[in-house]
């Protein structure tokens, strides 16, 4: 059996994640025909270079948009865009039930139906392509299996559209909730985990650590900085 393990030893975004498996072994050039398959017309071109992480190599991909690339995206626009996309099967498969997750952690949280949801963050363009990009990434390794480290919470509060809200995000609760998610506190003042990265892991993934045999692996980088890689 073919499986993923992700070591999330300092988190997980959707970013990291793409990331990462771009960093294992995912052409680029792969990765670029998903995303004009989406036919999202704010999306420009998407990038992949090797960085410094507290002295560890590392992968990092960066996407480029339009500067109206962050108006704001009911669920049902999304699914709608991931359903008549040109996506084969398989990936949209995947990409739809990783944004259902989101959306039903949304729907939870605002006290709505899921059609109601009103993404802000997660329904900005870079998410959207960072989930059909991770979906793409499963697909391509033909991954039969995903496996997870604990996850750090991180601490503090992180800014987002509805104001100031307590890390964890409420999202990012709920979804840890919901897959049942191994957790391990962390003294770091930041959010170590997003929505985003909490949906791909709550769509696939048993917190075990597996007996395995590594035949690839890739680091993904994040964003932020810290004294950690």
């Known amino acids: ?38 036919n999202l017309p704010e999306y420009q071109d998407v990038s992949f270079q090797k960085i410094l992480k507290s002295g560890i190599t590392a992968g990092r991909v960066q ?8 108006h704001h995206r009911h669920y049902t626009d999304i699914r709608t865009l991931l359903e008549t996309s040109a996506l084969p099967p398989r990936i949209k498969e995947k990409s ?38 991770a979906a793409a990434a499963l697909d391509y390794f033909d991954i039969e299996k995903i496996y997870s480290s604990p996850l750090p919470l991180g601490t503090g509060q992180v800014q987002t559209q509805h104001g100031l809200l307590p890390i964890p995000a409420p999202a990012t609760a709920w979804l840890l909730q919901d897959m049942q998610a191994s957790v391990r506190p962390s003294t770091v003042r930041g959010e170590l985990v997003t929505p985003t990265g909490a949906a791909i892991l709550a769509s696939f993934a048993t917190f ?3 007996e395995m045999t590594i035949r690839g692996q890739g680091t993904g980088a994040g964003m932020k900085e810290f004294e950690h890689p």
């Open 63 to 70: 996407l480029d948009f339009t500067p109206e690339s962050h």
């Open 96 to 133: 739809l039930r990783i944004f259902e997750k989101i959306a039903r952690a949304e729907a939870s949280v605002h006290g709505v139906s899921m059609d109601e949801v009103h993404f802000h963050e997660v329904g900005a363009v870079d998410s959207i392509l960072d989930i059909a990009g």
């Open 208 to 210: 075990a650590e597996p």
């Open 1 to 38: 059996m073919k499986i993923l393990y992700c070591d999330c030893f300092s988190g997980i975004s959707g970013d990291m994640f793409l990331s990462a498996m771009l960093d294992a072994g995912f052409p680029l050039d792969h990765l670029k025909a998903v995303f004009s398959a989406l």
